[in-house]
């Protein structure tokens, strides 16, 4: 099993930044792919951004293009999320999630296998 927790969420004014973190424990060695995804109340959930881990390939959702990136720290077993430029429409949690088989779907929250407690982001405007 795999564990993961995110934090760095709160309160930030349009176009300020955030960073946020997911980290993982347990079996990380079984890890493919650490996603992150977002929902807003009354909306689907959304995907974000996404990191292959052997790869290090990455995926981003056309809303967060060229405004966030997604890296990862091996030594540390932890991925970020680095927000920059926020507006109020990104207000939603955010939710880290990952799983273990290979699978081309990175953008599909039904390929993920765990998924974190979420950490809430706010956008002032």
């Known amino acids: 099993q795999v564990q993961l927790v995110e934090s760095g969420g709160g309160l930030v004014q349009a176009g300020g930044s955030l960073r946020l973190s997911c980290a993982a424990s347990?079996?990380?060695?079984?890890?493919?792919?650490v996603g992150w995804f977002r929902q807003a109340p009354g909306k689907e959930r959304e995907f974000v951004a996404a990191i292959t881990w052997s790869t290090g390939r990455i995926y981003y959702g056309d809303s967060v293009k060229g405004r966030f990136t997604i890296s990862r720290n091996d030594a540390k077993n932890t991925v970020y999320l680095q927000m920059n430029n926020l507006k109020p429409e990104d207000t939603a949690v955010y939710y880290c999630?990952?799983?273990?088989?290979?699978?081309?779907?990175?953008?599909?929250?039904?390929?993920?296998?765990?998924w974190g407690q979420g950490t809430q982001v706010t956008v002032s405007s």
């Open positions: 347990g079996r990380t060695f079984s890890i493919y792919r």
């Open positions: 999630a990952g799983h273990s088989t290979a699978d081309t779907r990175s953008s599909y929250s039904g390929a993920y296998d765990y």
